[in-house]
C-alpha cells in the first residue's frame, strides 16, 4: 500500500475540518448538560431535568468550556500573543487533552447511569448526545497538528502573581478535596477525578503547568507553607465529622511510611521489600512500652522516649539486615529484605509464650494500647479549636503531619546534601561511584537503617492509632503496596510519592464496589507502570533521563551542558 | 540417638528438598542467562499445580484415578506454565531488557500479584471447575497416591517417591540437554556472554525463552508433586515456595544448575532436621521457615558465591 504524502495543502485542510469538528464538540459539550442524562435521579446526582445541570454535569460543561477556550483563544488572542508571546501556549496540545479528559469523564458518566440503574436503556438522549459530542471532540483534535512545545515555562513572572497564584490553587485543592471526600457515589468519585485530572492534563500542555514548577521553584518556601496550611485547615472543613478524618489519618501514615521508603527506594535505589518489617517494629516496640495492659513489658515511658526507641530499633535490625547483604547485589537485597519480612512476621507471631518467650502475645498482637498523651494533651479526648471540635482522629492527623514534616525536612536536606549525590552516584552506577571515592557501603546502610529509623517513628504514631497492633498487619502485600505508591508516584519526588499513596489509600475506601479486584488491578498497575512510564506520574527530570537514556532533548533539559559539550566535540 | 527416628527425617527432608530443586532450577537457569531474578516464579509453581487440576477435571469427567492420568496431567500442567511463562516473558520482561535494574523486580511483584489474582477470582468461573479462593482438593492418582511403603520403620510415601523421582529425572534431562545438545550448548554461550553469542549466530531471545519454558516445565512438575503431597493446592502456595526455592537457588550458588539442585535437598534437610532436633522453645515447626530464611541471609555473609558457586557476585 502507498501512502499519499502529507502535504501542506493537506495538513492545512485536516487542520480545518478538525478545528471544526472540535468546536461543535465542544458547543454540544457545553449544551448538552442542560438536556436529561437519565431517566431516573436514582443514579448519580439527579440528571433527569431539561435545563437544570446537576453539580456532575456542570463539570462536563466547564470541561466542553476548558476545550472551546483552546480552540478559540489562537483566533481571539492573535494581538496579545503575538511575537514571542505566540509560543507561549500550546493550544492545540491543550484542546486534544481536553477533548480526551471529556470523553472519559462522560465515558465514566454514562456507564455508570448504566451500571447504577440496571443498563444502557437509562441512559437519555443527553448522555448520548454528550458521549457523541465528547467523540467529535476527540477526531477533531486529532486532526490538529502538533504544538510546539509551549515556552511559557521560562517566562519569569512577578513575586505577587505567583504567591497569589499558589494561594488560589492551594485554595482549590482544599475545596475540591474536602467536596470529593463528602463524596458517596463511587461513580460520581470516578467521574470527578476524571474531570480534575482532564483540567490538570490541559494545563500542563497549555504551558500553565511548566510555569507553575518553573516559578514556584523561586518561591519554594511559600509553596511548602502554603501546602501545609492547607493540609492543617483540613479538619476545619470536616466540621467534628470523624469519618473522612479516619481515612485522613490513614492515608498520611500510609504516605509517611511510603516517603520513608522514598529515601531508601527513590534516593539510594535500594530494593527493599520488607519495609513494612520496620513499621512493625515500632508499632511492636510502642505498643510494649505503651502500658497496654496485654503487653509483657510494665515499663511506660513518656511518648518521647518510646518514639525513639521504636526508630532506634527499627534502625537497628535495618543494620542488621542491611550490612550483610548491601556488600553483594542489589537483588539479593530485595529478596532478603523480602525474607526478613516474613521473618519478623513470623517472629512476632511466635513470640507469644508457648513457641518461644512471651513479648507480642502471639497472633492475637497487643490490643488496647491507649491513646497517646503528650505533655497533658489527650489524643483521645476532642478539643474544640476556633469553633469547630477537633476529635480523636483530627487529632492524630495534625501529629501524623508533624511526622510528614519531618521526613520531608530530612528528605530535602539529604537530597540536596553531598549525601544524597552520593546516593544518586550509586543508584545510576556503584562501581563507577566508588571509584570516584563516595563510600557505597557506607552511605547504602545510612539509607537502609535511615529509612528504618522513620518507618519506626511512623509505627510508634501507628500503634497509638490503631489502638491495637497484631503481626497481620505488616505482611508481605503492605510491602508491596507502599512500593506501589512509590513508584506510581514517581521515585526520588516527594509530591509524586504523596500523590501516589493518597490513591492508593483512597482509591480502595472510596471504590467499595472494586475491592474483590483491588490486588488484580494493583498487580496488573506495576507490570504496565514499569512497561510504559517507569518514572511515576510526577517524574524527577534526573530519575526520567534514567529510564530514557536515549532520549537526547530529556538529556539536554536536565543538564544542558553536558550534550552541548558532547556537541562542540 | 533413634536411628530409625533420623532415617525418617533425612527421608523427610530429600522429599522437601526435591520440591525446592525442582522449583530453584528455574530461577538458575534464567538468572544464569540474564540475570533476572525471575520472582514470579513461584506463580508459575502454582499455575502449573492448577493445570493439572484443570486437565484432570477436562478429562477425567468420571473422576478417572487410573495410573495414565499422571502422564496426562503432568502433561497439562507442564503446558499451562510453560504457556504462562512464555507470556510473560515476552509481554512484561523483554521490553525491560535493557532498563534499570530494579525495574525488571518490580514488574515481577507485579505479575505475581496479578498471577495469584487471576487464578483466585477467575478459576471458579470456568464452567465445572472448583473455586479458588479456598484450598482446591487435589486428586487422587493410582500408583502415586494412597498407601505408604514400610521399609523396616522408615515410611515412604507414594508421593514422596513420586517427587524424588521427578527430580532424578528432570537433573539427569538438564545434564545431557545443556551438555549434549546444540540448544543447551548456545545456552551456554549466551550464559557466558551474551553479545558474543549473538555475534556467533544465535538467536538469542530464543534461548532466553527456552530458558524460561525449561523452568516452568520442572516448576509444574513441582506443583503436581505438591499436589500429591499436600492433597492441596490453592493460589498463595507459590509464594512461601518461591522464596524457600529462591533461597535454595542462592544457597547452591545461583547460576548453577547443580548448585539449585544440591541447595534445595540443603534446605529441605536443614528445615527437617531443625523441626526435628532443635531443642526448646526455638524448635518445632513454628520456627523452621524462620531457620530457612536465616540460612540464606547466613549464606549471603559467609560465602554470597554459593556452595557450588564459582564466580564472584558483583552484579549491582
Known amino acids: ?569 | 540417638m533413634d536411628v530409625t527416628l533420623f532415617l525418617q527425617q533425612l527421608v523427610n527432608g530429600l522429599t522437601l528438598g526435591s520440591l525446592f530443586a525442582l522449583i530453584a532450577v528455574g530461577y538458575t537457569v534464567v538468572y544464569g542467562i540474564i540475570q533476572l531474578i525471575n520472582f514470579a516464579h513461584g506463580e508459575i509453581f502454582m499455575v502449573g499445580a492448577f493445570g493439572a487440576l484443570s486437565t484432570w477435571i477436562v478429562i477425567g469427567r468420571a473422576q478417572i484415578t487410573a495410573w495414565w492420568m499422571l502422564p496426562l496431567m503432568i502433561l497439562g500442567a507442564m503446558g499451562v506454565a510453560v504457556l504462562t511463562a512464555l507470556v510473560m516473558e515476552r509481554l512484561a520482561y523483554r521490553p525491560l531488557r535493557n532498563a534499570p535494574r530494579l525495574a525488571p523486580l518490580i514488574t515481577a511483584i507485579g505479575i505475581s500479584v496479578f498471577l495469584q489474582e487471576v487464578v483466585r477470582l477467575f478459576y471458579g468461573l470456568i464452567p465445572g471447575f472448583p473455586d479458588a479462593k479456598a484450598p482446591v482438593p487435589f486428586p487422587a492418582v493410582q500408583g502415586v497416591s494412597g498407601g505408604a511403603l514400610d521399609l523396616g520403620g522408615v515410611v515412604l510415601q507414594r508421593a514422596a517417591i513420586f517427587t524424588l523421582v521427578a527430580l532424578v529425572v528432570s537433573w539427569t534431562f538438564l545434564y545431557f540437554f545443556v551438555n549434549r545438545t546444540r540448544i543447551g550448548r548456545a545456552m551456554q554461550a549466551t550464559s557466558q556472554d551474551p553479545d558474543t553469542a549473538r555475534l556467533m549466530g544465535i538467536d538469542v531471545d530464543r534461548i532466553i525463552m527456552v530458558a524460561f519454558a525449561l523452568g516452568a516445565a520442572l516448576a509444574a512438575l513441582a506443583g503436581i508433586a505438591h499436589g500429591l503431597q499436600y492433597t492441596n493446592i490453592d493460589f498463595r502456595m507459590g509464594f512461601l515456595a518461591g522464596l524457600k526455592a529462591f533461597t535454595a537457588a542462592v544457597l547452591g550458588g545461583i547460576g548453577n544448575i547443580n548448585g539449585a539442585v544440591v541447595g534445595g535437598l540443603l534446605l529441605g534437610l536443614v528445615e527437617v532436621m531443625a523441626t526435628a532436633y532443635i531443642p526448646g522453645t526455638f524448635g518445632g515447626s513454628a520456627w523452621k521457615d524462620v531457620w530457612a530464611f536465616a540460612l540464606l541471609i547466613l549464606v549471603l555473609v559467609f560465602r554470597p558465591q554459593g556452595l557450588l558457586g564459582a564466580k564472584v557476585v558483583d552484579r549491582a
Open chain 1, 1 to 569: 500500500m502507498r501512502l499519499n504524502p502529507v502535504t501542506p495543502e493537506l495538513q492545512q485542510r485536516h487542520r480545518r475540518t478538525g478545528w471544526l469538528l472540535a468546536l461543535v464538540g465542544a458547543v454540544l459539550l457545553i449544551g448538552s448538560p442542560y438536556l436529561p442524562w437519565a431517566w431516573s435521579d436514582d443514579a448519580l446526582d439527579d440528571m433527569t431535568y431539561l435545563f437544570g445541570p446537576s453539580p456532575t454535569q456542570f463539570l462536563g460543561l466547564a470541561l466542553g468550556a476548558v476545550l472551546l477556550v483552546c480552540l478559540l483563544a489562537p483566533r481571539l488572542l492573535a494581538r496579545v500573543l503575538a511575537g514571542r508571546r505566540a509560543r507561549w501556549f500550546a493550544f492545540a496540545d491543550g484542546a486534544k487533552a481536553a477533548a480526551l479528559g471529556a470523553l472519559v469523564f462522560v465515558a465514566v458518566v454514562v456507564v455508570g447511569i448504566a451500571v447504577e440503574l440496571g443498563g444502557l436503556v437509562n441512559v437519555r438522549y443527553g448522555g448520548w448526545i454528550a458521549l457523541v459530542a465528547a467523540l467529535l471532540a476527540v477526531a477533531g483534535t486529532m486532526l490538529l497538528p502538533r504544538d510546539r512545545p509551549a515556552t511559557l515555562g521560562g517566562v519569569r513572572s512577578p513575586g505577587w502573581l505567583v504567591i497569589s497564584t499558589i494561594a488560589v490553587v492551594m485554595l482549590v485543592t482544599l475545596l475540591l478535596v474536602a467536596y470529593a471526600l463528602d463524596e458517596d457515589d463511587p461513580v460520581i468519585f470516578v467521574a470527578l477525578l476524571a474531570f480534575v485530572a482532564g483540567v490538570v492534563a490541559v494545563l500542563l500542555k497549555l504551558g500553565v503547568g511548566p510555569w507553575f514548577s518553573s516559578q514556584t521553584a523561586r518561591h519554594r518556601g511559600v509553596l511548602v507553607a502554603s501546602a501545609f496550611l492547607v493540609a492543617f485547615a483540613f479538619p476545619f472543613t470536616q466540621d467534628g465529622s470523624e469519618a473522612n478524618m479516619s481515612i485522613a489519618t490513614q492515608v498520611l501514615i500510609f504516605a509517611a511510611t511510603a516517603l520513608g521508603l522514598n529515601i531508601v527506594v527513590g534516593l539510594a535505589g535500594l530494593l527493599d521489600l520488607g519495609y513494612i518489617a520496620f513499621l512493625g517494629a515500632g508499632a511492636f516496640v510502642a505498643a510494649i512500652l505503651s502500658g497496654s495492659a496485654f503487653s509483657a513489658v510494665g515499663w511506660n515511658p513518656p511518648f518521647i522516649v518510646t518514639v525513639l526507641i521504636s526508630g532506634v530499633v527499627a534502625s537497628l535490625l535495618g543494620l542488621i539486615i542491611g550490612s550483610p547483604t548491601l556488600r553483594v547485589s542489589g537483588d539479593y537485597l530485595a529478596i532478603v529484605t523480602l525474607a526478613f519480612g516474613e521473618i519478623f512476621r513470623l517472629v512476632m507471631i511466635n513470640l507469644d509464650g508457648s513457641d518461644g518467650p512471651d513479648l507480642t502475645n502471639g497472633s492475637n498482637g497487643i490490643p488496647g494500647v491507649p491513646d497517646l498523651d503528650l505533655l497533658g494533651f489527650d489524643f483521645g479526648e476532642p478539643h474544640v479549636l476556633l469553633g469547630v471540635e477537633i476529635g480523636r482522629f483530627a487529632n492524630y492527623y495534625f501529629l501524623l503531619l508533624l511526622v510528614i514534616a519531618l521526613i520531608m525536612v530530612v528528605f530535602a536536606n539529604l537530597n540536596r546534601s553531598r549525601i544524597g549525590r552520593g546516593w544518586v552516584a550509586i543508584r545510576e552506577d556503584e562501581k563507577a561511584a566508588e571509584a570516584m571515592g563516595v563510600n557505597v557501603f557506607g552511605l547504602k546502610l545510612f539509607a537502609f537503617a535511615g529509612g528504618a529509623f522513620l518507618a519506626g517513628v511512623a509505627g510508634a504514631v501507628r500503634a497509638h492509632h490503631d489502638i491495637s497492633v497484631t503481626p497481620d498487619q505488616y505482611i508481605f502485600l503492605e510491602s508491596a503496596f507502599l512500593l506501589a505508591a512509590v513508584v506510581l508516584g514517581g521515585m526520588g519526588t516527594i509530591v509524586g510519592v504523596l500523590l501516589g499513596a493518597v490513591l492508593l489509600r483512597l482509591m480502595p475506601e472510596k471504590l467499595r464496589f472494586v475491592d474483590e479486584y483491588r490486588l488484580l488491578i494493583f498487580g496488573a498497575l506495576l507490570v504496565l507502570m514499569m512497561r510504559f512510564r517507569p518514572e511515576g506520574l510526577v517524574a524527577s527530570r534526573r530519575r526520567q533521563l534514567e529510564f530514557h537514556e536515549d532520549d537526547e532533548e530529556l538529556a539536554d533539559k536536565v543538564d544542558p551542558t553536558v550534550t552541548r559539550a558532547e556537541g562542540a566535540r
